[in-house]
Structures are given as structure tokens and as C-alpha cells.
């Protein structure tokens, strides 16, 4: 017996590659892209997608872009055959889009394929057979000649249907399958005699996909398969070099960025990553991944919501909530230190400038996310998130000592309820903390205080600053007998043109408390935050949840 389960496994052997050159290569294009969510993600689901439901994810996939689109397996479903069929007849497939179908290399499937795309005025016919050891080993024990010969047949018998069909423009598409896992050279001789067989040239190529049909090797090893077959192929300038990356190592992302580097021209995928096992390559990811390198993807995800929507009701999978891009949750920031930095970001970012703000790579408003969900504020939350709330809700921005003052009264009211606490919530708690106090003051007019039921006259300001509100403080003083210190003044103009004033306090040699008052006079919100400072010093609202 094995002493440890690791000795199970064998390291992937070590491609030979002198001088590679992709690492380093910049990206500088978008790949074309292939979606094969309708065939190869629709293969992955419990309950595959209805008619009707693959029409509504064909249409969104044109309204995102997609200029080739895998739409089925026509030869091995009736749904997929009746699908294509509806494509067809209806006329659904814009002009400068190309559906691509699936088969195996089966004389009769073949036949069977071209029934299904019979006036279809543009189809890439995609053939493909498993070519690695294990495969040819276990599952078909046959020769490499074997192999190879089932591949050329295959193309042979495609080639004489599509020479029958001279109305519709072909392309030839073939893949060695599970080549992720097959000797170089030996996927090179059966690629080439492939294409031996269907004579591409440069003005009608055919497309050679090399699938990580299992991943099983770092992201780096198949880009360094990638460039030894984009350096060895025969008649290279005449095909499209596509790759097929899955997610079984979870690096599918790195292996097509790094396949690109390495030569590819294509790229398949699903929206999201959906597909068997553990997933094709998210296409959402690697196009917003270009997008934040300055480079157009050419595929619109400006409503990455609706798109969502979408392929959660015909998948019946959710999307996960800290997705990249998509997320519910992913330009979402709880923590106090990220919120801060988010805030600042915000604070100076100007408009059609180079996006800059922490903690967020790409602008959601580009994916049409709104702003409102980018600072959330729970029990792990600092004053950058409670501040950045009140600004967008109340239309100031409190001064720092504020900003930490009223965050303790938030995080006393998350800790409590181990909740979240929204927006209007935090608007609600500011109100009731500053501008909504019950305490011996209260503004009764322009000028007038009432303090413990007396009347206070409040003297005319001359200047709205520190000096005026220290003037009504003593004023407020005299008639309650005790004495009223002012150790900070600070004053804005709020986003509805008022003035929003801010003051701190000492009341009777208490510990400092900061009032505010929020007005359309300038003169009476000094007046507002002073009967605040005054409140909250005598006893503070906190105090009072505290005491309930």
C-alpha cells in the first residue's frame, strides 16, 4: 500500500521549449471569441435548457457581441437539432454572425449535422476526437494510426458534404480533444493531417482548437504546449489558432491569458465559467480582465445585471455573490480601512479621467452597477463606510472628529443586532444622534432658544465662524447658570445649498460632545448645532439606548 495518497500522482513532464518568447508578450487585442454556453455549458446542467430558453440566451449572446456562437450537438439531441432548425427557418442569426455545431467522426452524425444546418448561410462544423494516451490506452484501445485515421475520415466525409452544399460558407473547425495531455508531436502530425486533408488557405481558413479538456498542469505548461504548436504547425498561416481552457486546477483564467501570449487567436468559453466538471473559462472575467487593461474586448457587458439574470433563469445556477465583476457582492466593502480609501477614491476621481480609486479596478458604473452598493456597513465597518453613506444620503460630509464620534454610535447599534445597517438607516441614526436632540435646549425661532423654560435671546451674527457660535453659547450660558466652552467650529455647504455647521462642545467641564445643525440660514444652523452640543452633553442619545 501507498504510504501517502500524493504518491498516487506523477508531476506533468516538463515541455522542451529553447527560447520561449511568451512571457514577454503584452496582450495588446481581444481574441475572437466563441461561446459554447449553448453546447458544451448547457452539456454541464442538471436540466438542460429548453427551446425556449436557449432562443432567449442565443439573442442575448448577439446583443452581447458574439460573432460565433456554438449552438448544439444537433446529431446527438433532438432538442439541439430542433433548435438549429428554428434558428435557421425563423432567420434568427444575424448577418455577421456564424452558429458552430458539434460532432463526432461518425459518417452518419456527420450526415445527420448537415441535415440540421441545411440553408444555413454561414456554420462552422466542428469535429472532434480524444487523441491522448490514456484515451487510446483505456477508452477506444486503438493505435496512434488508429486515432489519426478516425480524425482525417472525419474531416474527409465533412469535406464531401460541404463541397454538396456550395450555398452556405463553411468552415472546418477540429479539435484534439484531451490534447492538454497528448505528446506534442504526435497532436502536431494528427492536426497536420488534418489539414493535409482539408486544404485551408489564407483567405478560407479552418480553425485548429487545442483543448485543456482536463487541466493538468500549471496555466504556464500550456501556454508553453500553446507556442510549440503555433511554432510547428503545418499550413499556420491558414489556421485560426483556438484554445479550450477548463477549470479543473482553477487556473483557467491564467492558461488562456498565458495561451494568447503563446499564439492563440480564439478563445471558447462559457459566460461565468459555467461547464462540466469544474468549468470552461469565464469569458465575463477574461473580456473585463482586457477592458481594465485599456483594451476593448468588443463584447458588451454594460448591463452585467441583465446578463446575469439571464443565465441564472436558464442555467438554474447562481452566480456567486464575490464573482469577479458580476457579483452581487464583488465591488462591495465592508471594512472600515477599505471603505475609507473607497471614499477618498471617490472623493477625487474626476469625470473622463484615468480611473484611480482603491480597492476597485474597473468603474461599476461601465458594468451598469450603481455606486450604492459599494460601501456596505456592518460590525466590521469603520467610519469611511457610515461617512461615505451619509454623504450620498444627507449631502455633507461631517468633519473627522464627527466621522469617529457618531461611528461609535453605529458600531453600538451593528454589534447589537449582528446586522447590516443600510443607508437610510445610518441618514436615520445621524438624525436622531445631531439634528433631531431632546435635551433642556430647543430652537423655537430664527434667534430664539428656549433653555429649561426660559427664553434666550440669541445676538445677531456678525460673522458666521467659531467667535458667533462661542456668542451663543454664552448667551445659552447665563441663563442656565453653568458655564459653555466651544473647542471647534467647522461649517459647509450641504448638496441642497443649505449650510451645515459643526460644533464642539464642553458643557460644565464635561467630556467634549460635537453638535450639528443643519439650516438654509447660515446664522441659524450655528444656532441648530450649539442647542445640539448642548443635548447631547447633558445626555447623550446612546445614553439613552444604553439606559433602555
Request: glycine residues 6%; negative net charge; charged residues 25%.
Amino acid at each position: 500500500m501507498l504510504r501517502n495518497p500524493a504518491e498516487k500522482y506523477r508531476p506533468f513532464p516538463a515541455i522542451r521549449l529553447n527560447g520561449r518568447k511568451w512571457p514577454t508578450r503584452t496582450v495588446e487585442r481581444a481574441p475572437i471569441w466563441m461561446s459554447t454556453d449553448l453546447r458544451d455549458g448547457n452539456q454541464s446542467l442538471i436540466e438542460p435548457m429548453s427551446i425556449e430558453q436557449k432562443t432567449e440566451f442565443f439573442e442575448m449572446l448577439v446583443a452581447i457581441g458574439f460573432k460565433e456562437i456554438e449552438v448544439g450537438f444537433p446529431s446527438a439531441s433532438q432538442t439541439d437539432f430542433d433548435f438549429v432548425r428554428k434558428l435557421i427557418d425563423e432567420k434568427r442569426i444575424p448577418d455577421d454572425v456564424t452558429i458552430e455545431v458539434l460532432v463526432q467522426s461518425r459518417e452518419e452524425l456527420i450526415a445527420r449535422t448537415f441535415e440540421a444546418l441545411e440553408g444555413v448561410p454561414r456554420a462552422i462544423v466542428h469535429l472532434y476526437n480524444a487523441i491522448c494516451p490514456s484515451f487510446r490506452k483505456i477508452v477506444f484501445n486503438q493505435s496512434k494510426d488508429e486515432v489519426k485515421a478516425l480524425a482525417v475520415d472525419g474531416t474527409r466525409i465533412i469535406r464531401e458534404h460541404a463541397d454538396k452544399n456550395p450555398q452556405t460558407h463553411w468552415t472546418y473547425q477540429y479539435s484534439p480533444e484531451t490534447f492538454s495531455m497528448t505528446e506534442l508531436t504526435f497532436a502536431r502530425e494528427v492536426c497536420d493531417a488534418v489539414a493535409q486533408t482539408w486544404r485551408p488557405t489564407r483567405d478560407h481558413k479552418m480553425i485548429v482548437n487545442l483543448p485543456a479538456t482536463v487541466e493538468a498542469a500549471m496555466p504556464n505548461v500550456f501556454a508553453d504546449q500553446i507556442e510549440w504548436m503555433d511554432r510547428n504547425l503545418a499550413y499556420r498561416d491558414s489556421i485560426v489558432l483556438s484554445v479550450h481552457p477548463h477549470n479543473d486546477r482553477g487556473t483557467a483564467v491564467a492558461a488562456a491569458e498565458m495561451a494568447l501570449l503563446a499564439g492563440a487567436d480564439r478563445i471558447e468559453g462559457c459566460l461565468f465559467g459555467n461547464g462540466e466538471r469544474t468549468g470552461n473559462v469565464d469569458i465575463v472575467t477574461l473580456a473585463m480582465n482586457l477592458y481594465t487593461q485599456g483594451i476593448d474586448p468588443g463584447l458588451d457587458f454594460s448591463d452585467i445585471d441583465a446578463v446575469r439574470r439571464v443565465v441564472e433563469r436558464c442555467n438554474q445556477l447562481p452566480v456567486h455573490p464575490r464573482h469577479p465583476y458580476a457579483g452581487d457582492l464583488v465591488f462591495t466593502a465592508f471594512s472600515g480601512s477599505h471603505q475609507d480609501a473607497i471614499r477618498k477614491g471617490f472623493a477625487v476621481q474626476q469625470p473622463d479621467t484615468v480611473w484611480e480609486v482603491p480597492y476597485l479596478p474597473v468603474d461599476p458604473a461601465d458594468l451598469g452597477r450603481s455606486y450604492d452598493a459599494v460601501i456596505r456597513v456592518n460590525s466590521q465597518s469603520g467610519k469611511g463606510g457610515a461617512t461615505y453613506l451619509l454623504e450620498r444620503g444627507m449631502g455633507f460630509t461631517p468633519p473627522r472628529r464627527v466621522q469617529i464620534e457618531f461611528s461609535h454610535a453605529v458600531q453600538t447599534v451593528t454589534d447589537a443586532s449582528g446586522e447590516e445597517i443600510t443607508g437610510d438607516a445610518i441618514c436615520a441614526l445621524f438624525a436622531s444622534e445631531y439634528l433631531e436632540t431632546q435635551g433642556p435646549a430647543a430652537l423655537t425661532g430664527a434667534n430664539r432658544v428656549r433653555f429649561e423654560g426660559r427664553d434666550v435671546a440669541i445676538p445677531a451674527a456678525a460673522a458666521i465662524d467659531g467667535t458667533h457660535a462661542q456668542a451663543v453659547a454664552t448667551a445659552i450660558a447665563a441663563a442656565a447658570g453653568q458655564g459653555i466652552e466651544i473647542t471647534s467650529f467647522e461649517s459647509t455647504r450641504t448638496a441642497q445649498g443649505g449650510t451645515a455647521v459643526f460644533v464642539g462642545a464642553r458643557v460644565r467641564g464635561q467630556s467634549l460632545r460635537h453638535g450639528v445643525g443643519v439650516a438654509d440660514d447660515a446664522a441659524q444652523a450655528v444656532v441648530a448645532a450649539v442647542v445640539s452640543a448642548i443635548n447631547r452633553s447633558a445626555w447623550t442619545q446612546v445614553d439613552r439606548r444604553v439606559a433602555a
